[in-house]
């Protein structure tokens, strides 16, 4: 699926430059981007993205980034690209900043220039950024609801204190051969706890992108193809979206067949094949309840989801039939809708396996309600104070 990813201030500048990195590595690109600020030191700290993609809107004064931010120069900019083929926009903003208010002018001229869906990967900011901060967010989260097809949602707060911890490598390095891989990734950028996000949220939506579409050597033909149109239609008109995304290292095949022929007696071939087919079903499920309850990119009620997909992603020989049918009918038993698209992406050589979850229509999301009731909160100290200052 080929996007066009436009970022908008600092946090939606640097999710767009480290997922055009991502993208450039795999000889298959996916993604054209293009970012956009006020602020000139941070579009020139950018790594992957090309000078002509870094679109700098100085600001006079006190004046507003929606007052600034020209959408007609900036998509003048973009169709002098090759935007054949692109079958979505992802407007990338950290909410709660102040980039975000240029983003109806940008929707609206993106409306016009492209008949595409349009989406949002929009990430909530941290509690620690005080009340004011997420207020804004709250706000700027409903305006977004109301004018793309679908939101995908990142909290900050949930993955500051998972990024803390050490956890097992993600994202698409031991997916992929070496020859491949080598091109697809570099070593984590530093930068701390968000430029972690950031790889985070980059690992994520490249697989779901290249899902079905690579075609170079490594690469096997999935039983169950999920196609560019399947991922839009969970997406497009859902609301809040989130992602999941679990992976798991595997065992190396040569050194269990050595333990096993060296050290134990062989077990007839109908019990060794159960076992390991029970293995490989039970691996599956199990990243997938991870992905859904711990790896989520916010969490949420899965009986509030409308619709899901699930992509298994590893070499074909670990990927069971058996668990893929299992994840799939626990999804269409859990979820509030009726929709369930699932598929694999089998990758040859590979010595993980993955699972990535799409839940939408989202109902139920403790973060959301957590930022509208401190906005509640804000609003009535505001107007507290303000009546207090009428009085003297």
């Known amino acids: 699926m080929r996007i066009l990813a436009i970022g908008l201030g600092g946090a939606g500048s640097r999710i767009v430059d480290t997922l055009h990195r991502h993208d450039r590595k795999s000889g298959l690109p996916c993604v054209e981007g293009i970012v956009i600020d006020i602020d000139p030191n941070l579009l020139r700290s950018l790594v992957s993205l090309p000078e002509h993609a870094r679109m700098f ?3 006079v004064g006190r004046a507003r ?3 600034v931010v020209n959408a007609e120069e900036v998509f003048s900019q973009v169709m002098r690209e090759d935007m054949a083929g692109i079958d979505a926009v992802l407007i990338c903003a950290g909410l709660g900043g102040k980039m975000v208010d240029a983003a109806p002018s940008l929707i609206h001229e993106c409306r016009r220039s492209f008949p595409d869906p349009v989406f949002a990967l929009a990430v909530l900011p941290c509690i620690e950024e005080g009340p004011c901060i997420q207020a804004k967010a709250a706000d700027d989260l409903e305006m977004l609801e109301r004018l793309v097809d679908g939101v995908i949602l ?5 993955w500051r204190g998972r990024m803390s911890q050490p956890s097992a490598p993600q994202g698409l390095r031991g ?3 070496e020859q491949i891989a080598s091109r697809f990734l570099e070593p984590e ?7 972690e996000l950031n790889e985070n949220i980059a690992r994520r939506i490249s697989l779901l992108l290249r899902a079905g579409e690579l075609d170079q050597d490594g690469v096997e033909s999935a039983q169950t193809v999920l196609d560019a149109g399947e991922v839009l239609n969970t997406i497009t008109g859902m609301g ?3 992602i999941g995304y679990a992976v798991e290292k595997l065992p190396d095949q040569q050194l269990t067949r050595f333990f096993k022929s060296n050290f134990k007696p062989k077990p007839k071939p109908v019990v060794m094949e159960s076992d390991d087919q ?3 079903a039970s691996r599956v499920v199990d990243l997938a309840k991870k992905a859904v309850y711990q790896e989520i990119s916010v969490p949420c009620d899965l009986t509030g989801a409308e619709k899901a997909l699930v992509l298994v992603a590893g070499p074909s020989s670990a990927i069971s039939l058996k668990g893929f049918q299992t994840v799939q009918r626990w999804m269409d038993q859990s979820i509030g809708g009726l929709e369930v698209r699932a598929g694999d992406y089998p990758i040859t050589r590979s010595s993980f396996i993955g699972v990535i979850v799409i839940l939408s229509g989202l109902s139920n999301i403790p973060r959301v309600d957590q930022i509208k009731a401190v906005r509640d909160r804000y609003r009535k100290q505001c107007e507290e104070a303000r009546l207090q200052g009428e009085e003297r």
């Not at 990142?154 to 949930?158: P, W």
């Not at 950028?189 to 430029?195: H, K, N, R, S």
């Open 57 to 59: 809107f100085p600001s």
């Open 65 to 67: 980034p929606e007052r």
């Open 154 to 158: 990142f909290d900050n707060e949930t």
């Open 175 to 177: 997916f992929l051969p």
């Open 189 to 195: 950028t530093p930068g701390g706890v968000y430029a």
């Open 240 to 242: 809040i979206c989130a």
């Open 278 to 280: 029970y293995q490989k």
